[in-house]
């Protein structure tokens, strides 16, 4: 690997962190200790990234890699409400790859990470022949008591979107193409090589009494087949409700919507609430200028999702989605 | 990948499994929830391994790999002085593994994690286009302010090691060496492909005032001397008390020696006690039967490590024993 001292990178990578009174011990022992904050409960996640499977050279630098490992986890800890507090990260290295990218890949992550203030507090670093893997586990904290299940929907519920979706699926097809005057769209790369989780929507939801979540890594599809099948409802989406940016319709419609369904990767946050908490969810929202949409209901049902169109309905699937196909 | 349904296959892994109380949310949502128990801090690892790095087909089973790549972990909680709880499975997978081995894999980590009353939280299962990885997290808890650092070591301190060091490294030698009548060692294949944490072994020296521990992963050498770099002492070992198996000794007191020193791979423990806790904590390893032995002292000094043979003392370093080289 193009690690030359190991002990000396790993001190290149965590030298710079605050290090909050909850971590015992950080990175230097056979494993980390952290004080659970009093009534709180722990969240963890695991979420793993192959180069040539979840990304390309071409398509992300190292420190775009770096920050989607880790958004993809903080995204999942935000998709149950809760706050991102510490991470681990494991890096099976090629030889090909050089110490500075590999920095870049830890400096994409650990500027995510002061976002929310996060600490590193292990992991590992292994030679590989092979693709580069990164894996990392978020741990966090939430309320004792609060946590927005999949399982949590109920016929009469809204089914609410956060922000815009099909916008990173966008940004790869841009990435992949050979026609590079679409790379003006620089806020479409942004959604796909530097997504934002939605913690702080997150937070809001799960002061609710009652609310379900998803975020949006396998498409809009695939997350409301995951709450339907959970909470054994049904889900119905109206397709023009469906939260779109200007960038993608610009690819036309018929396009954006595949992305936006089938795309996945945008880490929005996707979910169901109860109407009568519908007026004051806006007002926080809008507090907190992060936009929400309703686009759907829920109904009696047995965990199927269906897309209503100029009154034409559909059932949507679980497509995969061939990123690189 | 070999998985043709990844739902089924996380049933599979999954539907066996006792939940504890502590567990709010386990598999099947963005994240787990776990509640702490009260007055106990929170202990947290990761390890990786890699085919072709970190084992090779023809020298472990599926089930081999997957007990070891928990084990070792596990070994990291027991060189802390803490109970391991809970663990999450990242894995990559080549098209060329069939499903039954992927579930072997997760057998083999099950049939361990039983022994510890561990519950599988989460995880993920990716393809590469590469060699197997398999990364594990695991998460205990330990009593606040009870940690066996290494930092811990104090001039004057015994040094001690559980068990018998480089049995491992001579397992895996008979495995990679043609002469198929050594196999007759099944005690020594048996170390290297289904080693045991020290789990018990840490609990009890957790109880002492003070005390250090390093799990043998990189053999006696690199360990001992981890523990003198971050106590700022020196360690002095006697080669002819470091515990060898008969069975090892067989192959030549110095490549016994060697494996022992630079092979690894054991998860013993070694560490240091104050001299006047020694004979209680005899007492309490022989109570559950562990073998524990005084194999040198604590020095002043800056962070070295001798070896005493016959009045001859050479410095030990981290030479970086190449397993498959």
Same mark, same amino acid.
């Given at each position: ?26 990175? *230097? @022992?056979? %494993? #980390? ?8 409960? !722990?969240?963890?996640? /695991?979420? +793993? ?116 979706? *099909? @916008?990173? %699926? #966008? ?8 026609? !590079?005057?679409?790379? /003006?769209? +620089? ?139």
């Amino acid at each position: 690997m193009g690690i030359k001292d190991e002990f000396d990178f790993i001190n290149k990578i965590s030298s710079n962190q605050q290090i909050p009174k909850s971590v015992i011990e950080g990175i *230097g @022992d056979d %494993a #980390a200790i952290i004080r659970p904050h009093h009534k709180m409960d !722990t969240v963890v996640c /695991k979420d +793993t990234m192959v180069e040539g499977v979840h990304f390309k050279r071409e398509t992300m630098k190292p420190h775009h890699i770096g920050h989607k490992a880790l958004a993809s986890n903080i995204s999942d800890i935000a998709a149950m409400g809760g706050i991102p507090t510490f991470y681990l990260v494991s890096i099976a290295i090629p030889s090909t790859w050089q110490e500075q990218e590999l920095l870049d890949i830890y400096c994409g992550m650990s500027e995510l990470a002061n976002q929310y203030e996060m600490t590193l507090i292990g992991g590992d670093t292994v030679s590989i022949e092979g693709p580069l893997v990164v894996t990392v586990t978020v741990l966090g904290e939430i309320e004792q008591g609060k946590v927005l299940k999949r399982s949590n929907a109920k016929p009469g519920d809204f089914v609410f979107l956060t922000g815009n979706v *099909g @916008d990173s %699926a #966008a940004g790869l097809h841009i990435l992949l193409s050979d026609n !590079t005057s679409n790379r /003006k769209h +620089t806020n479409l790369l942004n959604r796909h090589q530097l997504p934002s989780p939605q913690v702080k929507a997150g937070r809001i939801l799960k002061g609710l009494p009652r609310a379900s979540a998803n975020d949006i890594s396998d498409g809009v599809a695939s997350e409301a087949i995951e709450i339907a099948t959970a909470s054994q409802v049904n889900i119905v989406i109206d397709e023009y409700a469906i939260p779109l940016s200007e960038e993608i319709l610009s690819f036309g419609r018929k396009e954006a919507i595949q992305w936006a369904l089938y795309g996945g990767e945008d880490y929005e946050l996707l979910g169901t609430v109860s109407p009568e908490n519908w007026d004051q969810l806006l007002l926080e929202f809008n507090k907190e200028n992060i936009r929400i949409t309703h686009i759907g209901n829920v109904v009696r049902g047995t965990g199927r999702v269906f897309l209503n169109n100029n009154g034409e309905s559909i059932e949507l699937k679980k497509a995969g989605y061939n990123h690189f196909g």
